[in-house]
């Protein structure tokens, strides 16, 4: 395995993103410097905090008369 494989493999599995890491490693010519942005950038927008739905901000509400 070179160099660029084990670092980006290594990168998706502190991540827990191995399966988008393998696919950067095999399926693109990202450099090592590319792929490991492109994987904190996903792993940033997974984490991020999503908003509540309506139906999660009605719960326990008054309901109108």
């Known amino acids: ?3 660029r494989c084990a ?5 998706g599995i502190n991540l827990g993103r191995v399966e988008q890491a393998r696919v950067f490693v ?3 010519s990202f450099d090592v410097d590319t792929a490991i ?3 904190d950038a ?3 927008v997974a984490a991020a905090p999503r ?3 309506l139906t999660e901000r009605m719960v326990g ?3 109108p008369r």
């Open 7 to 11: 670092r980006i493999i290594a990168h």
């Open 26 to 28: 095999f399926d693109t």
């Open 37 to 39: 942005a492109k994987l």
């Open 51 to 53: 908003s509540p739905t």
């Open 1 to 3: 395995m070179s160099a």
């Open 42 to 44: 996903a792993y940033a």
């Open 61 to 63: 509400g008054k309901r």
